[in-house]
């Protein structure tokens, strides 16, 4: 079909007739020009029906023709729901409709319209649940029926990124009042960012008529665009929609595939009017539209819209749209103007002198159609508010142009917190109550008519076009009691589509306000929510930015074979080798009979220097460190103010006002900054410093360690009087200047090495090469965990959990008594006066049987008592061995406990006292 | 074509009788007031006038019927919790559910769907697990599965070795499910006016009159009413209505948000969380995808939506259901969320005697709406607290006792 | 994305700060009784108004204070901690 409705130049101001370009829908070849939309282009080939409706499947093709309405949603490959008159046409695309059963032309789905009168509002909430869960088989029906577009589910996103920008002055809108108002701020020295939704600027220039004059809009376009891009302070982004505005002025625009964040010092909102429905039998034939439809139709995109019109208006702007149509060869077979009185416009002078009959007071009443496209109009006289006389004259038509009112784009603006106030002298809705930096562009006089409303015996007069709502829809909502219009809105689902109530919201309120006896004013409409217009996730995701942490030692352990686990945003050695099974075990006796290395880079660091150094570590810790020796290292145990353990490390003293802290890997943030606000208040002289990142840490640990490191380290000796365990030296090890610790973590003699972070790698290295002889390996995390357990360490998050306060960890040592106060101290007091729920226990179980799992239950018949939150088989002791939270009835060693392995079994393991392994403690202390 | 329907067709005026009470003015004296007409306040209003005979009851709002978080949740029904307590609790609630929309003659649409939360780390693993267990010795249908089985349950979700945060197993809940929160709180409703209740929209409780610890009157902006008790069910405002009663909450207040995409034809069956992305999402029968996710980071009582949550909530769902980059965002709204220390709610006595509270419904509040209504009426009509809600009342935080949730509460924490 | 005033950066966006809860002056657990002491842990205010509350901003560590209307989210004014505590602040 070649472009039988296509116009002669100069109509069609965006498209360019030199590029001819080919594009498929519903599998028919269709020619449309560079600049064409998918349903401009369709238009001009006389393809009108574009959609099928959500509930009745009725035919459904241009309102708008600007993207306000989603009666165009067509589905391409990868990208469903896609508005066809915003959509451009490209070589090859391949376009077909949605929701249909069959074909668009020929819906199998439309057949239930048949059993409308069967589906009154909110029907689905009086039915299909009967007998019981039969909804559950109903369900999956609807959920077929509902949809619009199909996902495709091999699609991958690409190419969406996000922009910063910021400007003094962001005017919303390129048209007339929008560029007047972006020359106006830069005339006084603004930054401007001039935004536009469409293609070009110039806004309804682009498209009214104001007079007639039919080329005074042009020449207003021009000067006002010029004078636009004279401005060097104005930048102007077309194709750029302002889809959301958030606090102080934060803006969200779409241009393209970028999502740009704008911070503006002051909003200038120029979105200009959404023109309105009227409402009267089959409103939504194709072939029913917007009297601006039409329009854009003729100038954006040369293409005659029908060929005899009926216009319906209600304002004077309807007159414009007649003289369009005329220029544009299409016959006007008669104004229907609601209105009793004739205006003295001259564009309604124009009309009449050019032989339009105009029919005062008169409403259309019905369109009927044929083949799915409007083929006459019913008018009918006005008799009262809404209704119309009994009889009235058919006029055949192709085309309606509805002009009965506008309503304004108040959503950004009811977004910032504006308000919308209805004036019944203008029978419209304005916006008011702006927050500050927030300003309105000129408003425009606005007529509307104040009813447009006519409720037809046969219904089908719609208010919603996306959910299929008519006029008895909305009045029995409330009828059923449903009469907020937030309850109208929920429980008919006005307004709840995909064109988010920007035509249903008018005649809902004034419909609404009817039916329950209140104003206009007092009814409104439903709350604005972000976005104004669709934004894909893709859009709102932009690239993926995830951070991952890696040591300085990282790469060591991809050389040796490390399966790399997270912790956090920390990527650290679970386990070296493919088999994890026994790579642990192995590692585990390395450490055991050899010498082992550990990376512990990742462990939190905290410097605290000061007078109140020893103080402040007092108050935020349980245990005690006023006379803490230098040179030593002692526990640390962290409850917050309800005493519940939250973290631990070790506090080293280096110095009588200096301490270094140590943290566990996914606290250390937290408790630095928890120990921060402490100091906001207590104010101590005390400064902290947060150095995880500044040191890397390599834990040397085994029987053999203290040969392998010896040879490496000046200025201090490693011998056993002179850096014995739980002590805390300085010096230089393989020329790196290091802090060494040792500790009792995992059982054994070691050191724990901290450096500066970049040189972490040369010291695993000069380690590594010092411990060949010795058969040094490295060690991972999963093996550290194993060896921790064997000495019976709590793992603050694996073994405590929400609860765990210190006492029931059997960890009262760690409490020191004489403190005046520590957080959590007092809660401690009251928890140690109430008896204990639950503690913490070892536990060995029979080596033959499986081995529970951490979180398997400890049951007592049918009682749950407790469960495990470390088990594992000790290659040390050969047997298996774990932690367990049990009542306190259970807890002494001795006591046999019952552990329900996965519900299948039942593993009897015996309660013991702690350590497993070493209990004396000599291996660490050698 | 169901039987009620036929009789709407063939008659010729659509049934004019209104669901809800149109009361004008309030009376002097109600046996029973209820501040707030949500989910849980209209609940409580039904089962006394069904179960307890009583009716004489005022239903606050100050403003539309469920116009608060019952309005706002993301609907999901499940009780895959972790304490014994909030699993017996929760699992009545799924139970009552079930024969929800027979009982009340009033379809609520609930589905069962399934629900499967992924675990992105050993930690989650032993969590998930011990939910699982004590789900399992509570006959509610839990299990961790691995990553063979999600594949199955969901084809299209991506369970690769190279995504930045690996899915390592899962929780499957079989018994998660969905139902229309809107017509939850109108059911509710309706059945409790067809019995005499009276429900009073935009009437703002302005103060609470204590005399000798007991409450005997409310003033509304519409007048005084004496009443014989009181039960405060005003998730998202629970602090600032007990002040008016002279209590003090264990409750800090967040904004929850929430998006929703444009509707498209069915591809995800069940419920999928991620606590570690903090998001989880459902396709409802609307075929829109339901996105929610992490409270927000500083308390506030408003439901404006930010800029930042619908990124990070994109960012995380495309981590998971790349292809959903193509689904288009239709709108954002938020809830306000009362969260408690232990991330249970707090239910029955006060200080102030005949003034009931149920509080601290956090984002655990509209899977609870059938059992909250049954036990408060309980407690309500026999003065008397039910064992089921024993563990959730004020008094535990005096004593140190909580009833601890956190890690299997939604992706917010 | 709401912008917040720190009293040492200047304006920044709210997501370079940790909010850190509601301000209360230290109690003094020795004299508060076990239930008095249960309520200063558990029990808040959690007021519907202007109120004092901590925050940080993140990447410089730094404390302050900010007075802020929890319903608007309006924020009256950022301070620094010290025109608050009194020294040795335990009490």
Known sequence: MSQVNRLPAPQGSLVDRAQTVSFEFEGQCVEGFAGDTIASALAASDLWLLSRSFKYHRPRGVLTMAGQDANTLVQLSGEPNCLADRTPISEGLQVTGQNYSGSLRRDRGSLIGRFARFLPVGFYYHAFFRPRGAWNWWSAWFRKKAGLGVVDQSFVGEGFDKQYRFCDVVVIGGGPVGMSAAITAATSGAEVLLLEEHTVLGGSLNYARAGIDANAEKLRRKRLVSEVEAAPSITVMTSATATGWYADNWVSVLCGKRLHKLRARKVVLCSGYLEQLALFHNNDLPGVMMGSAAQRLIKLYGVQPGKRAVVLAGNDEAYGVVLDLLDAGVAVAAVVDCRAEVSSDERVTAASHRGVAVMSGHAVYAAHGDHQHLASVEVRRIVGQGECASHGERINCDLLCVSVGVMPAYQLACQAGAELNYEEQSASFSITRLPPNFELGEAWDVENFPWPIFAHPQGKEFVDFDEDLQIADIVNATLAGYKHVQLVKRYSTCGMGPSQGRHSALPTARLVAQATGTTIAETGVTTARPPFAPETLGHCAGRSFYPALRTNIHHRHIEAGAQMLQAGAWYRPAYYGDDPERAIREEVLQVRQSVGLIDVSTLGGIEVRGPDAAEFLNRVYTFAYMKQAPGTVRYALMTNEAGVVIDDGVVCRLGPQHFYVTATTGGVEAVFRKMLQWNAQWRLDVVLMNVTSAYAGVNIVGPASRAVLEPLCTGFDVDKTAFPYLGVRRGIVAGIPAMLLRVGFVGELGYEIHVPQHCGEALWDALMDAGESAGIRPVGIEAQRLLRLEKGHVIVGQDTDAMSNPMELQMQWAIARKKDFFVGGRSLEVLERRPLRRMLVGFCANPAGSVPKESHLIIDGDNMIGRVTSCAWSPSLEKIIGLAYVDPASAAPGSVISIDVDGRRTVSAEVVSMPFYDADGLRQAL | ?413 | MKILICPLNGPRNISEFTYGGEYHPLADPQKSNDRAWADYVFFHDNHAGIVIEWWCHTASSYWFLAERDTRTDNVVRTFPASELATSDGRS
């Not at chain 2, 849980?40 to 209003?45: D, K, P």
């Not at chain 2, 559910?97 to 069962?112: A, C, Q």
């Not at chain 2, 809107?182 to 429900?199: H, T």
């Not at chain 2, 509040?365 to 049954?374: E, H, L, V």
């Open chain 2, 1 to 413: 074509m169901p039987l009620a329907l036929l009789k709407y067709g063939l008659r010729n005026d659509y049934p004019a009788t209104s669901h809800f009470s149109e009361s004008a003015d309030l009376k002097d004296h109600y046996d029973v007031v209820i501040i707030g007409a949500g989910g849980h306040g209209a609940a409580i209003a039904y089962y006394l006038a069904r179960y307890h005979g009583i009716s004489n009851i005022a239903l606050l709002d100050k403003g539309y019927l469920g116009g608060g978080n019952t309005a706002r949740n993301t609907a999901v029904i499940r009780s895959n919790y972790l304490t014994e307590e909030g699993v017996r609790f929760y699992r009545e609630s799924v139970q009552l559910f079930r024969g929800l929309s027979n009982e009340l003659g009033y379809n609520i649409m609930m589905e069962d769907r399934g629900q499967l939360t992924l675990a992105h780390s050993d930690a989650a693993i032993r969590s998930f697990r011990w939910r699982a267990e004590v789900n399992r010795r509570l006959g509610v249908r839990s299990e961790l599965i691995d990553r063979q089985s999600i594949r199955e349950l969901v084809p299209n979700l991506r369970v690769t070795d190279d995504s930045r945060f690996p899915i390592l197993a899962g929780l499957w809940h079989a018994d998660g499910a969905t139902a229309r929160h809107d017509a939850v709180v109108w059911g509710y409703a309706r059945g409790a006016c067809q019995r005499g209740v009276e429900l009073h929209q935009l009437t703002e409780v302005q103060s609470v009159e204590v005399t000798d610890g007991a409450v005997k009157s409310v003033l509304t902006n519409r007048g005084r009413v004496g009443c014989g008790c009181v039960v405060q069910a005003v998730a998202g405002m629970s602090s600032v209505v007990a002040r008016l009663a002279g209590i003090r909450l264990p409750i800090h207040t967040f904004p929850l948000q929430a998006m929703v995409t444009q509707p498209y034809k069915p591809v995800l069956t069940p419920l999928v969380s991620s606590p570690h992305l903090h998001v989880y999402v459902q396709q409802t029968s609307r075929g829109e995808f339901v996105l929610g996710g992490g409270s927000d980071p500083y308390a506030l009582y408003n439901t404006r939506s930010t800029l930042e949550q619908k990124e990070s909530l994109a960012s995380a769902i495309l981590e998971l259901f790349p292809f959903l980059s193509q689904a288009k965002v239709l709108r954002q709204w938020a809830g306000i969320t009362d969260m408690t220390p232990d991330y249970s709610p707090i239910m029955g006595l006060s200080s102030v005697k005949n003034y009931y509270l149920d509080a601290g419904w956090g984002t655990w509040g509209f899977k609870a709406t059938p059992i909250c209504g049954k036990t408060m009426a309980s407690l309500v009509a026999t003065g008397r607290v039910p064992e089921l809600i024993r563990p959730f009342e004020l008094e535990r935080f005096y004593r140190f006792e909580q009833v601890n949730e956190a890690g299997a509460t939604a992706a917010s924490h």
